[in-house]
Every structure is written in C-alpha cells, then in structure tokens.
C-alpha cells in the first residue's frame, strides 16, 4: 500500500469499516511511514469534528432538543423598511461630514510642491562623500 492509497482510506480506517486485510496493510503502512502516522495522528484528532454523522453529533450534543436549529427572520414590514433606509442615509451621512471634517482639520503643508523643488538646500546641509577608514575589515579577506 502506497501512500495515497493509505490516506484515502483514513476516513473508512477511523470509522472501522475497513476489511480486515485491508486494515491490517493500513496499519502496516503506519507503522513503516512516519509521514503516513503523523497525518493520521492529524486526522484523528479533526475526525470526531469533520468527519461524523449528524446523528452522533445529536448524540454528543444531548438529542435533537439540545440543537438549536436556525430560526426564521421576520418578514420586513413596509414601515421597517422605511426606517432601515432612513438609518442607511443617516450613516451616509455622518460618514460624509466626518471625512469632511477630516479633511478641513488636516494640516497643510507649509510650502508648495513647486517652492519644495526649486529651493535649494544650503551647502552645509549636503554631506560631502567620505573617504573608507584606513583599516577596513576587508583587508582580512584580501591577505
């Protein structure tokens, strides 16, 4: 048994419903393939979850009365769906009046692009290109 052929039968493996030759080349398989255990490991720890039948989750859960079962929503009345837009503009705009306040209270830059790019630095302000020191440590490497 080869690897994928091992790992498709995971499932039918946990649930015990493998023959028994068959379950014997799967256990087999495990003990020879460390990654084959690991992820059988990895599957039986996500099995009880991923892989169960809805009965015996009812089962672990206390029967059918203890699964909430999703309820229906209401139906939108004419007048709710009034309000619901009237709550979605008054959203909007807030939304609006916030950026717009945002936006007046930004700082503004104190000079233009155009003052930024044609003034120019003064000359104690440019550094100058500076000599390598007397002893680098690349002088180990180069002998």
């Known amino acids: 048994m080869n690897c994928f052929q091992a790992r498709r039968e995971f499932p039918n493996f946990w649930r015990e419903r ?9 256990a087999g398989h495990l003990e020879c393939c460390g990654l084959c255990e690991q992820a059988y490991r990895l599957f039986a720890l996500t099995a009880p979850v991923m892989h169960s039948d809805a009965e015996a989750v009812d089962a672990m859960l206390g ?24 709550m979605i503009w008054t959203a909007l705009s807030m939304l609006v009046a916030a950026s717009v306040i945002a936006y007046i209270a930004a700082a503004t830059p104190r000079e233009s ?31």
Not at 63 to 86: C, I, N, T, Y
């Open 18 to 26: 493998l023959a028994e030759p068959v379950a014997n080349q799967l």
């Open 63 to 86: 029967g059918e009365d203890a699964v909430r079962r999703p309820r229906r929503m209401p139906s939108v009345q004419a007048g709710d769906a009034a309000e619901q837009r009237g």
């Open 113 to 143: 692009l155009i003052d930024a790019l044609t003034n120019s630095r003064p000359a104690s302000a440019i550094s100058a290109v500076q000599e390598p020191p007397a002893y680098s440590f690349l002088d180990d490497f180069a002998g």
